[in-house]
């Protein structure tokens, strides 16, 4: 891959927002919705720019219609992408606050030979790996947290491999794990811990609180 390989993202806003109660991407957000925020700063960073949404607001939204799953939007977007684009990366647009930085660490790892280029920050809670049995949630184990990253958008690829990983028509709650599936090498960059995901009503006051401070 050339130091200059063309970037484009695809800012994936397709989500239905049943934990939310409703589509948070067209909240607004100290004046702007939060997945304009997403894309402005995709924009700065890439050639081009990809707004994957809601099938019945893909032609207001000028965007892609997505599909039934993030997977499955994403590809959408993928097949808007020009076949020329040397580095993919796929943000989640109801991450508003990924700085311009974030997005050329992630880069830069897929420039300098990386397959795929993630940003992750450490884990400070114990996690539990658990299991349903007998109506209760039972502990099966406990990882080394110093071996656990909690990972962010945006991500960024080599766009042959994310293509290849995509074709096989897998689902997965992020691309890196289906790039790490058919065997691409994935590396974790610094996160930032104001890039937080809007996932709840309390996230988005958070958001609001953000602007206003």
Known sequence: MTHGATVWTVVVGAGRGQRFGG??????????????????????????????????????ENGVAGGDSRAASVRAGLAAV???????????????????ELFERVIGAVRDGADGAVPGLPVSDTIKVVEE?????????????????AVQTPQAFRADALRAAHARGAEGTDDASLVEAVGGVVVV??????????????????ARGQVAS
């Open 133 to 149: 049995v007998d109506g209760r949630t039972r502990v099966l184990s406990t990882p080394d947290r110093t071996t656990l990253s």
């Open 23 to 60: 589509q948070k991407q067209y909240e607004s957000v100290g004046g702007s919705r939060i997945i304009d925020r997403a894309v402005e700063v995709a924009r700065a960073a890439s050639s081009g720019v990809v707004v994957v949404v809601p099938p019945e607001d893909a032609d207001r």
């Open 82 to 100: 020009p076949a020329d684009a040397g580095v993919i990366c796929v943000h989640d647009a109801a991450r508003p606050f990924a700085s311009s």
């Open 189 to 206: 960059v610094e996160g930032e811990i104001g890039n937080r995901k809007i996932t709840t009503v309390d996230d988005l006051e958070w």
